[in-house]
């Protein structure tokens, strides 16, 4: 990795250990957020490191949410289509 991009990588695993949730999942660095680490560590962010920063962002929350994600269970419905044969079978008349 060239050294401009390990300083970003830097950075931005600062401000995401430092990444408010709204529980639902992560939220996303905001740029008042961003904003406010810069002035607070004195750095000029170049707009290719502010991008650079944003597109790190996304991923990860794109990672965060798919280990998250429920898995989708497709063995709950039959894939057998419903005559009025199996609906009866399945839901018997009620004998008075």
Known sequence: MPPAGEEVWGWFRELDCQRQGNGFGMNALGFREIK????????????????AIIALDLK?????????????????????????????????????
């Open 36 to 51: 406010a680490w810069s002035d607070l560590r004195q750095v000029d962010l170049e707009p290719w490191q502010l991008d």
């Open 60 to 96: 990860r929350r794109a990672v965060a949410a798919e280990k998250t994600a429920p898995e989708k269970k497709t063995d709950d419905v039959s894939t057998r289509p419903l005559t009025s044969r199996l609906f009866d079978a399945l839901f018997p008349a009620k004998k008075a």
